[in-house]
């Protein structure tokens, strides 16, 4: 099983807007009573790329784009295509159109509402959650 983490940097902070996140930290799943996380790599957002300031948005930003905004919509896809082969998404904020493009391709959405801010104490905190 694989899993993924929206995160700023190599420091592996969460980013709070999946949507928005520079990067994807992945992370296998192995174990079974005892689960552990082992980090696969850093993928780049596609929906991102090319923008020079990759803030972190917070948790209070929204997407006000709608269903006919077609250019919007393929953005989200293309990020999503860049974790299709995880099971994952965990997000603390993620708009209803990064909802809809991980479900076209089968990844589940995992919500965090607590304070860690690191990725891999934060799957170590939802590991109950992924099965």
């Not at 959405?109 to 959650?129: D, F, H, M």
Request: glycine share 6%.
């Amino acid at each position: 099983m694989k899993i993924a983490v929206p995160v700023i940097n190599e420091t592996l902070k969460m980013a709070g807007n999946a949507g928005h996140t520079p990067y994807f930290a992945v992370f296998a799943l192995s174990g079974g009573m005892f689960k552990s996380f082992i980090l696969e790599g850093l993928r780049a957002n596609p929906k991102v790329a090319g923008e020079e300031d990759h803030h972190d948005h917070d948790e209070h930003h929204t997407c006000d784009h709608d269903e006919g905004d077609i250019e919007h919509i393929r953005a989200h896809d293309t990020m999503a295509t860049a974790i299709e082969d995880c099971d994952y998404l965990v997000v603390k904020m993620a708009c209803k159109n990064t909802a809809k493009s991980m479900n076209n391709v089968g990844v589940k959405l995992q919500k965090y509402n607590g304070s860690e801010i690191l990725a891999p104490k934060i799957l170590t905190e939802l590991a109950a959650q992924f099965k």
